[in-house]
Structure formats: C-alpha cells, structure tokens
C-alpha cells in the first residue's frame, strides 16, 4: 500500500485536492461571514496548504526510504527550500480547487450578504 501511495501520481494528487476542498471549509466554520474574512480565509489557505503540501512532499521522501541524513547534508535551510519549491510547484493542483472551494462557502451564510 506504501509504495501505491508515493510512486504513483493519482493517489498523492487526490489527497491535495482534498486537503485543497476541506481546509477552506474548515477554516469557514471558524471563521465569521464577511467578504473581507472571505479574503482573509482565502489568505490563510493558501499559506496552510503550501504548508501542507511541502509537509507532505517531505512525508512522501522519507516514505521511500530517503535517510534524514542525506536531505540534511546540504543544511536545513536547503532542505527547507527544496520541500517549499515541491510545495510551490503542487499549486497547479491544489490552487484552482481551493479557488472554487472558497468561493462556495458564501451559500452557507446566514447573517451577511454577498
């Protein structure tokens, strides 16, 4: 199941997209109504997903064997990089569904307008 998982394409790229569609809804849930909160979910989605995303390009390396030891021999600050430019570079995939998952939670408003 392992290597299902982290040598393919399609099971890593449907666990971003649902971590794109259900942060933005959880964060809606904390979050009260507004346009301008809107934005500000819209804000801190994109930085937990990238967060998540590189987090999760990193859990997929150490998965496969990749020993902490070799990532960490060009430095931290390197390693860092390296998993927040995997991170970057998953936001073709995870960007356009969190997009229009922020952009459904105003249906759920019940105390301001859009």
């Known amino acids: 199941m392992g290597a299902f998982v982290s040598e393919g394409l399609i099971v890593p790229a449907a666990i971003l997209a649902v971590f794109a569609y259900g942060v933005p809804q959880v964060l809606g849930r904390w979050l009260p109504e507004g346009v301008t909160l809107l934005m500000v979910n819209a804000l801190l989605s994109t930085v937990v997903l990238f967060a998540l995303s590189a987090g999760?390009?990193?859990?997929?390396?150490?998965?496969?064997?990749?020993?902490v030891d070799q990532l960490s021999d060009a430095g931290l600050a390197?390693?860092?990089?390296?998993f927040g430019r995997l991170g970057l570079m998953a936001a073709i995939i995870w960007a356009p569904i969190m997009i229009l998952s922020v952009a459904g939670l105003p249906r759920k408003w019940v105390k301001e307008t859009w």
Request: aromatic fraction near 36%.
């Open 78 to 82: 390197a390693g860092v990089g390296f």
């Open 56 to 67: 999760f390009f990193a859990l997929l390396y150490f998965w496969q064997g990749v020993p």
